[in-house]
């Protein structure tokens, strides 16, 4: 199968690979691929590491050289949750702490292939540390804007690598408003929410879990939810093995967000009507802290299509998933501990087997009450 065209969602023009923009500069709508994802178990390279056995589902040409730093083949650990069997895939274990480096390899991949050697982004900080640490591995500089409140942490990882820190006073909205002003006077912005290159390394979640519980489908995946990149990687990468005929059926995904801010919950339990009662206020998971998901109608017609569901959680909850995945052996930051609660409110429902995934290490995060 061939190279899949990138086109523009809303006017259908061609990504044009000289300019490299976030967004296409007609109509100013999102890029995606044209075709699905191509998976075949025969293309599979296993002498390529982590990810990079999948290449053959990237969408790149064959002469781009792999930034890479090991990403993927995280662990599926079976634990007892809830009077459950679950398994826990430990996307926190990845080179940087955060399953974003999946992505990360793919993007910087594709850009140092264009020879762009200098680019920008936003995080709230566990994108912007992975997208530092695979810029410095393909010696392309980097500038991230972050939340002042960010975790110091993850500030100090994201300058560890050598990228420039610019911290913004203001809501998660008001960094992305930031780095998009700069985008929009020239500057190549490597966004992860905007570009779809980082989706296919998403996508290899799907085809390591399929693998590890023995070649078959999880029957629920349980997932936090932010701009949802690796829900839309993670249906993707599923429909691909289910094209293939790898299996009959896809899961059911669960997306999990902080109740203080839920654009995507409200939008799914109540319309448009349901957004007038949603808020963008602080909590402890940072990391899905997003007002205004770029491909949030993407993402719901990913859930719609999986018959799944979003549901939110509480401050308190999360902190309690916190301690009680700690006390498995699991030390997550409280973005990834958002599933111990969306797990406990739809068990009664979940078909089995049922993955949670965590998506970032503890080791990241501080506390900043």
């Keep these: 199968m061939g190279i899949s065209r990138v086109i523009c969602t809303n006017c259908g023009r061609d990504y044009p690979v000289t300019d490299n923009p976030y967004r296409c500069t007609f109509c100013g709508g999102v890029f995606d691929f044209q075709d699905p994802i191509f998976f075949n178990l025969d293309n ?3 002498l390529q590491p982590g990810i990079w056995k999948y290449r053959h589902t990237f969408n790149i040409k064959e002469d781009v050289d792999a930034i890479s730093l090991g990403e993927g083949d995280t662990p599926l650990i ?7 069997e679950v398994a826990i895939k430990c996307e926190y274990l990845n080179p940087t702490g955060s399953f974003k480096d999946r992505g990360s390899s ?6 140092k292939s264009c020879n762009i050697d200098k680019i920008i982004e936003d995080s709230s900080g566990n994108a912007g540390a992975s997208l530092a640490a695979y810029s410095a591995r393909a010696d392309i500089e980097l500038s991230v804007f972050i939340p002042e409140t960010a975790s110091g942490i993850k500030k100090k990882q994201i300058e560890a690598y050598g990228a420039r ?5 203001g809501t998660r909205s008001a960094v992305h408003d930031a780095a998009k002003h700069l985008a ?12 779809p290159f980082n989706i296919p390394g998403y996508a290899t979640v799907a085809y390591e879990i399929f693998e590890q519980i023995g070649n ?44 203080a801010c839920s654009p995507l919950w409200s ?3 109540g319309g448009i009507d349901g957004l007038r009662f949603a808020t963008d206020n602080p909590t402890l998971a940072e990391g899905v802290r997003v007002w205004h998901p770029i491909r949030g109608d993407i993402v ?13 959680v509480d401050e308190i909850d999360i902190a309690i998933g916190v301690d009680e995945f700690a006390r498995k052996g699991f030390y997550i930051e409280p973005t990834s501990a958002l599933v111990w609660s969306g797990l406990r409110q739809c068990v009664d429902n979940c078909e089995d087997p049922v993955v949670v995934i965590l998506t970032g290490s503890g080791l990241k995060f501080q506390d900043i009450s």
């Design 184 to 195: 929009d006077r020239g500057n190549i912005y490597a966004s992860h929410a905007y570009l």
């Design 216 to 259: 078959k489908s999880p029957g629920t995946v349980i997932i936090p939810v932010g701009q949802g990149g690796l829900l839309i990687g993670l249906a993707r990468g599923f429909s691909a093995l289910k094209k293939a005929g790898k299996t009959t059926k896809t899961p059911t995904i669960v997306g999990v967000q902080a109740r």
């Design 267 to 269: 939008l799914f339990m």
């Design 44 to 46: 599979i390279d296993y």
């Design 300 to 312: 719901l017609k990913e859930i719609g299509s999986s018959s799944g569901r979003f549901v939110a």
């Design 106 to 111: 793919l993007i910087v991949s594709f850009l």
């Design 78 to 84: 079976w634990t007892n949750i809830f009077g459950r």
């Design 165 to 169: 820190l610019i911290s913004v006073n």
